[in-house]
């Protein structure tokens, strides 16, 4: 529960949802204008905190830095956009209790916190403190196309050289003497004639044919890498200057 107590340890607090996920930063809180209690908050979402978005203080817990809210982070960017101008009104806070489901409460109407004016409303009066506030840089990101990877596939046609052993038949003549073994092929023909004889030879050639095997499986995918890069924007910040007898000093 946030209480009275809290609102100075508010401004630019980091706000999360129930998940753990965090929304955004404090932008300013409203109080009722009857019991003086924190009712609502506005938080600052989008690149550089340039949105804001009200969310009820209901079931909201505040300790370790943090404002815990008791929405989900996609509810609490899809509210009702209502300017954070100061001022509440009963019909702005009819629309956003409708969106989070919850009941009008007293229908009153609420003001923006504000350190000064409070330290005023406590010390009854005349309090000669003044508050100096800055603007800070919030940086957020978002998801954006950077581009498609393709997979495809082509066909290239390549010379390949291989050797390839073969072998081939040579004719060599043979000569052996007449022995009893071969006498009678020897003496079986005329004495004296005329003879031809013919010997097929053969050889081998390369043959070269092509077969399709696969290799490999390939396919697409994605990581995700983290980086940082530098961002900037322009802040602003109240001087305070203080003129005196010897002069202005800040």
Do not use: C
């Not at 989008?46 to 009820?56: A, D, M, N, Y």
């Not at 350190?115 to 919030?138: F, H, N």
């Not at 290239?156 to 390839?164: I, K, L, P």
């Amino acid at each position: 529960m946030i209480t009275q107590n809290d609102l100075s340890r508010l401004d630019g607090t980091d706000v999360y949802d129930t998940d753990g996920d965090k929304i955004g930063s404090v932008g300013q809180v409203y109080l009722d204008n009857t019991t003086g209690e924190p009712e609502w908050v506005s938080v600052k979402t989008g690149l550089f905190g340039t949105k804001e978005t009200f969310v009820p203080l209901e079931r909201a817990s505040f300790g370790e830095d943090r404002v815990v809210v008791a929405y989900d982070k996609a509810r609490v960017k899809d509210a009702p956009r209502v300017d954070p101008d100061g001022e509440l009104s009963a019909g702005e806070e009819r629309e956003l209790y409708t969106f989070y489901g919850l009941s009008a409460g007293n229908g009153g109407e609420y003001a923006e916190y504000r350190e000064d004016t409070a330290t005023t409303a406590t010390t009854g009066g005349g309090d000669d403190a003044m508050t100096r506030s800055e603007e800070r840089l919030v940086a957020d990101t978002r998801t954006e196309r950077a581009g498609t990877a393709r997979l495809r596939k082509y066909v290239v046609t390549e010379r390949e050289q291989v050797r390839v052993p073969v072998s081939h038949e040579e004719v060599r003549l043979e000569r052996e003497p007449i022995t009893e073994a071969n006498r009678g092929d020897a003496f079986s023909g005329p004495d004296i004639s005329e003879a031809e004889h013919e010997v097929t030879l053969h050889a081998e050639r390369p043959v070269v044919e092509t077969e399709a095997v696969p290799v490999e499986r390939v396919r697409l995918g994605k990581e995700t890498v983290r980086d940082e890069e530098t961002v900037s924007g322009e802040v602003r910040k109240e001087q305070i200057e203080f003129d005196g007898p010897e002069g202005r000093n800040r």
